[in-house]
């Protein structure tokens, strides 16, 4: 089976949860996949960084908060309208990204992981102590973002495929920047940036773009997390997150587009399968991501055969 054909399939798989949900009468199918997509989404936006620009980012869970944190906040205020609280979000991860970029993506290496980590737990703090907001206990947002009678978030089949949406938007995206000339410098700063600085590229305001590209990226997964969760808490910008975020795009192949969606649905399912037999499933995956590592650089996706290069 191609990469492609198995895209198709995985995509035809998650279209049918709902259907498969009502069927077997568990409602709860729809939060635990839709929870999947969304860290998909998020997984999507922090290859970008990696797999893209070489690049790997211990605090991109900072952008999935200020995502969740613009619908709380908004919804605090009694502002609901999704009109409002979307371009919002958007905005200030963009903002974020492009202080937070500036500095980061003029350090490469160790240097660029402890400062993006460093930028991490900055927000961090400063969202656990917001007291009006829950600090670190976090709020209960009592109404998802409005978008009219069109698209009533508080329906769990319709939000599941909104969510569902986003992700085919941002494959699509994703999938037309790689093959676009910003797509293509990226690639070849994250190959050879001597070599891309000596053709004429400014590598630095590429870098800094596909940083911001990221941020956006990630704060529309946190939107989609708080209307998801009804829940905002300042967890969600730890370095642990963000570690299960970057494991989740290097489990399914950082090399490829459609990976990270895969690694994050073997991670979840993984945990949510083992965590109902032992609260130290962690212990379990560790060897199994070592043996993944070792054994498959591509990934799970690897596994499969990609269609451009027939296996022999």
């Known amino acids: 089976m191609s990469r492609n054909i198995a895209a198709v399939l995985v995509l035809i798989a998650f279209a049918t949860v709902p259907l498969i949900a009502k069927v077997f009468d568990q409602p709860y199918y729809l939060t ?5 997509l969304i860290y998909g989404i998020c997984a999507l936006g922090v290859n970008l960084l990696l797999g893209s620009a070489g ?10 908060g200020i995502g969740a944190y613009a619908v709380g906040v908004t919804e605090y205020y009694g502002i609901e309208s999704g009109f409002v609280q979307w371009p919002l979000g958007i905005a200030a991860a963009a903002l974020a990204g492009l202080i937070v970029g500036a500095i980061s993506v003029r350090l490469t290496g160790l240097y660029f992981i402890m400062i993006t980590l460093a930028f991490g737990q900055l927000f961090y703090f400063v969202a656990s102590g917001l007291a009006p907001f ?9 109404t998802r973002s409005n978008f009219g009678h069109y698209l009533n978030l508080n329906n769990e089949t319709l939000l599941y495929y909104f969510i569902f949406a986003i992700l085919l938007l941002c494959l699509l995206f994703l999938h037309r920047l790689s093959h ?19 053709l004429g590229f400014p590598t630095y305001r590429y870098k800094l773009i596909a940083f911001v590209l990221s941020a956006v990226i990630c704060a529309i997964s946190g939107l989609l997390l708080a209307n998801l969760t009804d829940f905002v808490t300042a967890q969600y910008m730890t370095w642990q997150r963000s570690g299960e975020i970057l494991v989740m795009a290097i489990l399914g192949g950082m090399t490829s587009l459609f990976g990270p969606l895969i690694g994050t649905t073997a991670l979840l399912l993984f945990e949510e399968v083992f965590s109902a037999y032992t609260e130290h499933w962690a212990i379990i995956l560790g060897p199994v991501l070592v043996l993944i590592v070792l054994y498959l650089p591509q990934g799970l996706w690897g596994l499969l055969p990609d269609a451009k290069r027939p296996s022999r």
Not at 32 to 36: A, C, E, H, K, T
């Open 32 to 36: 635990l996949f839709g929870r999947i």
């Open 180 to 198: 676009s000339r910003l797509g293509m410098i990226i690639a070849g700063i994250r190959s050879n940036e001597s070599r891309m600085q000596a």
């Open 134 to 142: 829950g600090g670190d206990d976090g709020m209960t947002i009592d």
């Open 55 to 64: 690049l790997v980012s211990f605090g991109h869970a900072m952008f999935l």
